[in-house]
Antibody
Framework: QVQLVESGGGVVQPGRSQRLSCAAS????????IHWVRQAPGKGLEWVAV????????YYADSVKGRFTISRDNSKNTLYLQMNSLRAEDTAVYYC???????????????WGQGTTVTVSS | QSALTQPASVSGSPGQSITISCTGT?????????VSWYQQHPGKAPKLMIH???NRPSGVSDRFSGSKSVNTASLTISGLQAEDEADYYC??????????FGGGTKLTVL
């Protein structure tokens, strides 16, 4: 079935780096834009970043711009989020989510992973 | 980019209808028809309920409907059921090629 599975979360010290992965299956990964969305404990959803189906364009929330990098390997059906200079306020569950229409990033996120938890703490 | 504005909570009795508002600006909700709504139960991933303002994905009950006027989008749930109790989030594409979510609304079915 159509599925996204995140991994790579854990406890990391402030200022350090962490890389998250999102493995896709059950659909043509290379045809879809994919987002990262996070949710801090007890808080609402926050959009983090998006990458076009072919990796040609990437956009970031102001809160992570310059620190986080989204990328993808379509040969491995995998999305990544490289997170550098981590702060306490980056503590959250991180979800990857597929944009519902092939070749776009506008329509909404119809497939979500189960999330991976990142805790930034000394 | 500021979050879209939603009421913190709404409530209704089974069988009733409720509406959740989502107010943005001319740079997001008012700029495009790319407004989505998500339902999230505790400990679960969000679920897409409405896309492009008023379109329901396959499998979503027709009790859920969406609309938009200028800078405010709305989600209406008719015939409230116990399983509708959840958090609801709106989201919009923006003129900065970003997405922005609302702060979320907790729906209580009395």
């Amino acid at each position: 079935q159509v599925q996204l599975v995140e991994s790579g979360g854990g406890v990391v010290q402030p200022g350090r780096s962490q890389r998250l992965s999102c493995a896709a299956s059950g659909f043509t990964f290379r045809s879809y834009g994919i987002h990262w969305v996070r949710q801090a404990p007890g808080k609402g959803l926050e959009w983090v970043a998006v990458i076009w189906y072919d990796g040609s364009q990437k956009y970031y929330a102001d809160s992570v711009k310059g620190r986080f990098t989204i990328s993808r390997d379509n040969s491995k059906n995998t999305l990544y989020l490289q997170m550098n200079s981590l702060r306490a306020e980056d503590t959250a569950v991180y979800y990857c989510a597929r944009d519902m229409i092939r070749g776009t990033i506008y329509y909404g996120m119809d497939v979500w992973g189960q999330g991976t938890t990142v805790t930034v703490s000394s | 980019q500021s979050a879209l504005t939603q009421p913190a909570s709404v409530s209704g009795s089974p069988g009733q209808s409720i509406t959740i508002s989502c107010t943005g600006t001319s740079n997001d909700v008012g700029a495009y028809n790319y407004v989505s709504w998500y339902q999230q139960h505790p400990g679960k991933a969000p679920k897409l309920m409405i896309h492009k303002v008023s379109n329901r994905p396959s499998g979503v009950s027709d009790r859920f409907s969406g609309s938009k006027s200028v800078n405010t989008a709305s989600l209406t749930i008719s015939g409230l059921q116990a399983e509708d109790e959840a958090d609801y989030y709106c989201s919009s594409y923006t003129t900065n090629n970003n997405w922005v979510f609302g702060g979320g609304t907790k729906l209580t079915v009395l």
